[in-house]
C-alpha cells in the first residue's frame, strides 16, 4: 500500500469515528440528543433549551422560529436538526454544504420515530429505552371512569379578552387526551393549534380545563387573578370546578419526556 493510499484510508477512517458538532434548532431536539448521550457533540442550541442543565451552558443560535444564520455559521456545526418550522434555515444551510435533519415531533407517533431516526443519525442505540418509556407510560396511564371533554390551553395570560391558543387536532396533546380516555373540546377543524376568540372559548363549553404555564415565558402573570378570570367564563368546567394550571417544564416539549407528561395530565383529567 502506497503511503498516499495509507493516508487517503486512515482520513476515510477518523472520518467515519469522529464526533459531530451538533446544533439543535429547538428544546426538544436539544432534550432528545441528550437523551441518547450525545450532549458532549452539542455546540449550540436554541432559546428555552433548560434541559437537562448542561444544555444551559451551550451557545444560543436563537429562537426556534428565528434562528440566526451567522451565529449557526460561526460554530462550524457538522449536523443542524430542526423541526418544521426551521425548513427555511435548513434549506440555507445545505447551500453552505452542513448536514442537516428535520423531525416532525407533532404527535406522539412522530416523536418516536423522530428519536429512532436521530438516534440512527447519531449511532446511539439509547432510542430503544426511550421509546419504552413512552409506551409503558400510556399502557400505565390513568383511564377516565367518566369520559369528558378536555381542553389544554397554552399559556396562562390574565386577560381572556385576547386570543387564546389551544391544542388541537393531529398533535401530541390531543393523542395524550384520548389515551386518557376522554375527549378533545375542540372538535372544528384539522387545526393543530387553534386561536380562539373569547366568545368561541365559551361557545366550546369545555367540562375541564387545562392551562399550561410557563415560568420562563411567563414570569409576570398573576396567577391567582388568571385563574380567576377563567372561572368567570360561563363553561361547564366552571361549573364542575375543574380548572386546573400546570407549571412543570416539561408540559410544553414534545421530546421522550412526553412520558412524563401522558401521567401528568392522565393524572389531572381523571383525579
Same mark, same amino acid.
Given at each position: 500500500m502506497s503511503i498516499k493510499t495509507f493516508l487517503i484510508t486512515l482520513f476515510f477512517i477518523l472520518n467515519l469515528s469522529a464526533s459531530e458538532r451538533i446544533i439543535s434548532l429547538s428544546p426538544s431536539i436539544t432534550e432528545i440528543v441528550y437523551a441518547l448521550k450525545k450532549g458532549d457533540e452539542m455546540v449550540g442550541t436554541s432559546s428555552y433549551s433548560l434541559h437537562p442543565k448542561e444544555a444551559q451552558n451551550l451557545p444560543i443560535v436563537g429562537g426556534y422560529e428565528n434562528p440566526n444564520l451567522e451565529r449557526i455559521l460561526a460554530l462550524s456545526p457538522t449536523l443542524? *436538526?430542526?423541526q418544521s418550522y426551521s425548513q #427555511?434555515? /435548513?434549506e440555507k /444551510? !445545505? !447551500?453552505f454544504n452542513i448536514k442537516t435533519l428535520q423531525l416532525d415531533l407533532k404527535t406522539i407517533k412522530n416523536i418516536k420515530k423522530s428519536i429512532t431516526l436521530l438516534a440512527k443519525n447519531l449511532? =446511539? =442505540?439509547?432510542d430503544n429505552v426511550l421509546i419504552q418509556n413512552i409506551d409503558s407510560s400510556i399502557e400505565n396511564a390513568t383511564k377516565s371512569k367518566k369520559p369528558h371533554s378536555v381542553m389544554i390551553v397554552y399559556g396562562l395570560r390574565e386577560d381572556l379578552r385576547n386570543a387564546t391558543y389551544i391544542a388541537g387536532? #393531529? *398533535?401530541f396533546f390531543e393523542d395524550i387526551i384520548l389515551?386518557?380516555?376522554n375527549t378533545n373540546a375542540y372538535t372544528n377543524t384539522n387545526t393543530n393549534q387553534p386561536v380562539l376568540s373569547y366568545e368561541n372559548t365559551i361557545a366550546i363549553n369545555p367540562d375541564q380545563i387545562i392551562i399550561l404555564h410557563s415560568h420562563a415565558t411567563e414570569a409576570n402573570v398573576d396567577v391567582k387573578k388568571a385563574l380567576k378570570n377563567w372561572y368567570s367564563l360561563?363553561? #361547564?368546567?366552571s361549573k364542575n370546578n375543574r380548572i386546573s394550571i /400546570?407549571?412543570?417544564?416539561y408540559l410544553h416539549i414534545p421530546s421522550h419526556r412526553v412520558a412524563l407528561t401522558i401521567k401528568r395530565l392522565c393524572g389531572e383529567m381523571n383525579d
Open positions: 443542524v *436538526i430542526g #427555511n434555515t /435548513l /444551510l !445545505k !447551500k449511532n =446511539s =442505540s439509547n387536532h #393531529n *398533535i389515551e386518557c380516555g360561563p363553561t #361547564n368546567a /400546570l407549571d412543570e417544564d
